[in-house]
Every structure is written in structure tokens, then in C-alpha cells.
């Protein structure tokens, strides 16, 4: 399980000497927000970018970075945790 108690952790991978977003967003598209980050963590634990026992970046620094609410982002980590694809710990 990735948990999701990080707090300032970077989200960017490095491709080719090229600094580039973890996530990215569709704010045109049909589907919510926070469906797309659920589905991109999601994707992201499944090609091994988050390791299991690896913390998640923070709400609010994934809220910044991305230009959303906090609140968008704490309702897609919920329905991580409710899914069980990630686990949090207070702290």
C-alpha cells in the first residue's frame, strides 16, 4: 500500500533531462478533477512511480502544483484510501 501522509515532496519525474509534472490534468474534459487525479495516482502505483510503503505528495503541494483546490485533491485521496489502493496515517 502507498500511503499519503508526505508533506513537501516533489511530484515531477525527470524524462530526458527534462523536468515534467507527475500529473496532468484534462480542466476541459467531461470528467471531475478529482476522478483524474484518482485514475493518474492509480496509474502512476501501477508503472512503479509510487512504491509501495512510499508516501504520496502532500494535498496541498499537489493542490499548488496542479492550480485546483485542496479540497479536490483530499476527495480524490479519499476514494484512494476508500479503495483501498493507498493507506493514511495521521502525521
Known sequence: MVHSNCTNTHHTLEEGGETMSLFTLNPAGRQPIYEQLYQSVVKMIALGVFAENEQLPSVR???????VNVNTVQKAYRMLERDGVIVSYPG
Open 61 to 67: 503541494s499537489v493542490a499548488q502544483e496542479l492550480g
